[in-house]
């Protein structure tokens, strides 16, 4: 069935009363949806009504039980079961059910256009239509933003430790401590940046030295190392290490890529 033909039924099934607006039968609403048994539709409008009571709204107000004569096998008629909706109660009905079915799909497009519809006609939302949208975040899209949130957690105490730190890092720690903020990296990569952002080079010996510029603009340290020659017993003088400081990681967190 098309959009345009759907709708059109749907018009057609709208009760418009005094007191409450717009209206729909369930019992009419039950096969557009794609039950053919009453017992398991009236399970999705109970799920529908404990939705809204336990968001703090009364469900009587738009979930009304009432009674429909429908036509049985025999051709006589008897009295049933029957709930009235109102525009808010299918649009919660629907907007809680499975919109991966085709019908419900429509159904959801169909109560969302009637409330959009009502809005241009310069009919305000009610107060539970309003409530009712605020709330319309899908569980996925809850549970992206929680996930965010933890990943952007250890991040976030990461750098609250380094604000608070003094001194400075060997490159593998360095390497850690970016890490740990949302970095790729490790040692080996880290010190080809520090290479290409032109703070270190290797020396013909094949060890890590600073440049000048980069410990004077305060990216990097270099710590003095020594050791006692094993025969003479004196002491010799090695390349000093080369050592990241708190600014240099801040300013390696911002040319890698990390949070400003």
Partial sequence: MSAIALSAQLDDLKIITLTDGEEWSARDLMPFAGYDRWENFSKAVNRAIASVNASGLNADDHFRGTTKMVQIGSGARREVEDVQLTRYACYIL????????????????????????????????????????????????????????????PRAEAWDELASAEGDYAVADAAKILARAGIQTGPQRLFADLARFGWVYRGSDGKARAYARAVDDGYLAEKPQSHHHPRTGELVLDVPQVRVTVRGLERLRSRLGGAA
């Fill in 94 to 153: 629907f907007q809680n059910a499975d919109g991966s079915k085709p019908e419900i799909a429509a159904l959801q497009q169909y109560f969302a256009v009637q409330t959009r519809a009502a809005e241009i006609a310069g009919a305000p939302l009610t107060d539970d239509e309003i409530i009712a949208r605020a709330l319309q975040i899908s569980t996925s899209r809850v549970q992206a933003l929680e996930s965010h949130v933890a990943e952007l957690t």
